[in-house]
């Protein structure tokens, strides 16, 4: 048996945050419904925009070691239902989706 798993410390990713498009095409990658769970319609804002419609997650100090979760935020405009993607996983497939669509796949 190896090594136990760490958990994350202080861990934000780094890099470039997705395009709206790249969401979108991520979105349809994964068979996702565009329909808001709560309400049914299909219309959300990146409130965050500015910043990449990048949140993150952070639990207080006093309850262990530092974490934080980087996720897309995204809020319904009619029912205000808040949406959330680990940004992490979405970074990882759009380079996937994209690395396929430049390989003609
Ligand atoms: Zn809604």
């Known amino acids: 048996m190896g090594e136990e798993a760490k958990l994350p410390t202080n861990e934000i990713p780094a890099g470039k ?16 419904k565009d329909e808001c769970p709560i309400c049914k319609t299909d219309e959300w804002t990146f409130p965050n ?28 405009n009619n029912c205000n239902f808040i ?7 979405i970074d990882k497939k759009i380079k996937i989706i994209s690395e396929k669509v430049a390989d003609g796949k």
């Open 17 to 32: 945050d997705a395009t709206i498009d790249e969401m979108v095409a991520f979105f349809r990658g994964v068979g996702a």
């Open 83 to 89: 949406r959330l993607h680990a940004k992490k996983v």
């Open 49 to 76: 925009r500015d910043y990449g419609g990048v949140v993150y997650l952070q639990n207080p100090p006093s309850t262990g070691p530092m974490m934080a979760v980087a996720a897309y935020l995204m809020i319904c």
